[in-house]
């Protein structure tokens, strides 16, 4: 019987998976969290509304290319190895970030600026598709069974570490620089400094071991030789259960977070500067629920902490968008932080339990196939179908009501899910 050295993972190597996913979500946040700024330096022609309806196109579109690069990954770290997927996927993430950083505005060579930054999203997307799901493969793959779900909550918590960052730099930015020199230089900062975080987790990533998992599939000649037809035909119902737990955390945390500062921007409640400090404080939050979630996972297990969080979703975000709608400082900050301590509780339990609904022969092209699309159509395309409606019809109320929806049609297929958590 194996040991539970030879079954898990160097300690270092799971500091470091879980600390990639800093670079991932400092990326898009960031995105998300300038949108107002970008929109007036890449798409100047388009009007203050369409503008920032357009660079929210950007980032939808961003996340649609998020499951095309998660099945291209997905095959080859079902094949070569989760080592391989994670350095290659940091490393085209660090080129992009790096070509964002520098590219030309519309005042310098017009609507090519928008053309080439919505392209640099769309390799960024690419590349992010094969990030988080080789994450918490390797994280689950590498930790202990009866702590599975603290560890891969970990991938959660740090990612959220990213997007503390990316607000914190966001804020920082647009506090400091007049406007005249944001929009001339200033935007630019924020994006340095990612290029240069990515740059330093891959060169820290080229010394994580494989997966041990993996590695004692591949010595024992298990592995598929086509492993998204492999999953198809065998573990279907495991992806869609993924695919359902990913769109309520997908829609919580997209809807419930990341769009927050849009939404008090663009309506007028809060300035750019205090809606991406109020950011700052929701990211603390998410960051410290995150860990007691996942240990209360592997106590109790992941079907009712996902069900009692389900439930939670259905209830809480339309009166809490009815805080943030009142444009009162006091009220926005409290509607913002909880609705961050849900979002931060789901994506903890999801992350580990969609990973343990597909073997590890297929777990990365099933992840590819259920959670990344989900996080496509429910995370990349929420902010931008959300400030649609909210900006043609006036309905502040609307992002709220559309997590209610998604958490009321994922409900009854979580009390079908079956039970993963270990009981060894």
Not at 141 to 168: D, I, K, Y
Not at 190 to 213: D, H, N, T
Not at 221 to 231: E, I, K
Not at 376 to 382: D, Q, R
Request: one cysteine or more; hydrophobic letters at 55%.
């Amino acid at each position: 019987m194996p040991s539970d050295r030879e079954t898990t993972a160097d300690r270092r190597s799971l500091v470091l998976a879980a600390l990639s996913t800093v670079v991932e979500w400092y990326d898009f946040t960031l995105f998300l969290y300038m949108a107002t700024v970008l929109s007036r330096v890449f798409f100047p022609a388009d009007g203050a509304q369409d503008a920032v309806l357009t660079a929210l196109l950007g980032f939808a579109m961003a996340y649609l290319m998020r499951p095309v690069g998660a099945l291209v990954f997905g095959h080859f770290g079902d094949r070569r190895g989760r080592r391989a997927t994670l350095l290659a996927s940091m490393g085209i993430m660090t080129l992009a970030m790096l070509l964002t950083a520098l590219l030309p505005t519309a005042a310098q060579i017009g609507p090519l600026a928008g053309v080439l930054l919505l392209g640099l999203r769309c390799v960024m997307g690419f590349a992010v598709g094969g990030e988080y799901t080789g994450v918490v493969a390797y994280l689950l793959e590498g930790a202990p069974a009866h702590r599975r779900g603290f560890v891969t909550s970990l991938a959660a918590a740090t990612s959220e570490v990213g997007g503390l960052l990316a607000a914190g730099m966001a804020a920082l930015t647009v506090s400091i620089l007049p406007a005249p020199e944001l929009d001339n230089w200033g935007w630019r900062i924020p994006f340095f400094v990612g290029a240069g975080l990515a740059g330093l987790i891959l060169l820290a990533r080229s010394a994580m071991a494989e997966s041990p998992e993996f590695a004692a599939n591949r010595q024992a000649g298990t592995l598929a030789r086509r492993p998204l037809a492999h999953t198809l035909r065998h573990y279907r119902p495991g992806v869609l259960r993924g695919f359902a737990i990913s769109a309520l955390g997908s829609i919580t945390y997209y809807v419930g977070i990341t769009y927050v500062p849009v939404f008090l921007t663009s309506s007028g409640s809060l300035s750019e500067a205090h809606a991406l400090q109020m950011a700052t404080v929701a990211g603390l939050a998410v960051i410290a629920v995150t860990p007691f979630v996942g240990l209360l996972s592997d106590r109790v297990g992941r079907r009712p902490v996902l069900i009692g969080l389900a439930l939670l979703s259905a209830a809480a975000p339309y009166p809490l968008f009815r805080l943030l709608a009142d444009a009162s400082a006091s009220g926005a900050l409290a509607g913002a932080v909880l609705l961050a301590l849900l979002a931060g509780g789901v994506s903890a339990v999801g992350a580990v339990a969609t990973a343990e609904q597909i073997p590890a022969e297929g777990r990365l092209s099933g992840l590819a196939l259920g959670a990344t699309t989900a996080t496509a159509l429910f995370g990349g395309m929420t902010p931008w179908l959300a400030q649609t409606v909210v900006a043609r019809t006036g309905m502040v109320l609307c992002p709220g009501m559309m997590i209610t929806v998604v958490a009321l049609c994922v409900l009854p297929v979580l009390f079908l899910t079956p039970e993963t958590r270990s009981v060894t």
